[in-house]
């Protein structure tokens, strides 16, 4: 699977981006989908999980789950990022990923296709 994240952008802290990630194939709806970010000089940590199948069992970093909703429209191969009440910390680059191996998946190693990342610039 290939997958496309779109939605980055500059915003004052406060303010709102929802990101999205395509991706290509018929089969979206087996893959737990992911969002990732990593900030210049940092690791690529967890943000957010949804489950595969129409379920949508999902699951947050406490970092942000008080401010993020991911959710999945399997008609249209996508997943969603709604970013509320964004920081200065939260500036990173954004990257979606994929398993077909998990139901829900939360580390890096678990996930074996990614996007190219988007960029999350918050001003204060």
């Known amino acids: 699977v290939q997958l496309q994240a779109s939605g980055g952008g500059l915003v004052q802290a406060g303010g709102s981006l929802r990101l999205s990630c395509a991706a290509s194939?018929?089969?979206?709806?087996?893959?737990?989908m992911g969002w990732f970010r990593q900030a210049p000089g940092q690791e690529r940590d967890f943000v957010a999980s949804?489950?595969?199948?129409?379920?949508?069992?999902?699951y947050y970093a406490d970092s942000v789950k008080d401010r993020v909703t991911i959710s999945r429209e399997n008609a249209k191969n996508t997943v969603y990022l709604q970013m509320n009440s964004l920081k200065p910390e939260d500036t990173a680059v954004h990257y979606c990923?994929?398993?077909?191996?998990?139901?829900?998946?939360?580390?890096?190693?678990?996930?074996?296709?990614w996007g190219q990342g988007t960029l999350v610039t918050v001003s204060s």
């Open positions: 990923a994929a398993t077909a191996d998990y139901g829900l998946a939360m580390t890096r190693s678990q996930y074996d296709y």
């Open positions: 194939g018929r089969t979206f709806s087996r893959f737990a």
């Open positions: 949804i489950s595969r199948g129409g379920s949508s069992t999902t």
